[in-house]
């Protein structure tokens, strides 16, 4: 299954990703790293890969619905079956969605549907809550709002800053994005714009995690 990745930071999913293809155990071919910022330390980890890399910015008083439109576009041409957003902090607009209607996935660093948007385990730890964790789902017009295809689970310690949660939540990113690429490409998991499926149709099989 060819797969783009797109990207804004540090790019350790895509590591993740990388060294599960490595592995064997994630049956994806990266055929492109698309990238918001051009400094993206993800992006040179592509590089030093091989991996085709794009940039598509988006500066301050940019055209929003220009970028989508060259996104979609940059995107479209790497061909890919799936689309993974490990990291990419920018909503994504029509020309995608539509585009590629639920052939998009995001991981998330909170329990969806608790915590969307750009700081999950600060808002967790602001929430009390003793169990947070991450969410792999399809992406929709919204903030992190998609169906869920598995969540992983760590405790919040007593201890911890944001910084120590997420990094807990990490450990099981790199272990469940790999895992669900994996059953997609598969057809252990069955993605439609409208909800998630087993392949024999039940619904609601799906939405336990896979097995990680
Ligand atoms: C991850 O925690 C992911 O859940 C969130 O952004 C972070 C990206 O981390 N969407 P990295 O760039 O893959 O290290």
Redesign the pocket.
């Known amino acids: 299954m060819n797969a783009v990745v797109l ?10 990703i990388c060294a599960a293809i490595d592995a064997g155990t994630c049956d994806a071919n990266l055929v492109g790293v698309v990238s918001d910022r051009k400094g ?3 992006l040179q980890f592509a590089e030093d890969r091989g991996i085709p890399t794009r940039v598509v910015p988006l500066r301050k008083g940019d055209d929003r619905e220009l970028w989508n439109t060259r996104l979609a576009a940059e995107v479209a041409q790497l061909e890919p079956e799936l689309i993974v ?5 920018r909503l994504l607009g029509p020309p995608l969605l539509e585009r590629f209607p639920g052939r998009i996935i ?5 329990l969806l549907p608790s915590f969307p948007g750009h700081s ?2 600060r808002d967790a730890l602001d929430g009390g809550v003793k169990i947070s964790g ?2 792999v789902h399809v992406v929709d017009s919204g903030v992190d709002t998609g169906p869920i295809i598995a969540q992983a689970a760590v405790p919040v310690l007593a201890d911890d800053d944001a910084d120590s949660l ?1 990094a807990r ?2 450990i099981q ?2 272990r469940l994005l790999p895992c669900v690429i994996h059953q997609i490409a598969t057809g252990a998991i069955a993605l439609d714009p409208l909800r998630v499926r087993a392949p024999d149709g039940d619904a609601t099989r799906s939405l336990t995690a896979p097995d990680v």
Not at 85 to 89: C, H, R, S, T, W
Not at 106 to 110: I, S, Y
């Open positions: 990207v804004s930071g540090r790019g350790s999913n895509l590591r993740a993206a330390a993800a957003l490990a990291g990419f902090m995001n991981v998330h660093p909170a999950g385990p991450c969410t997420h939540i990490q990113e790199h």
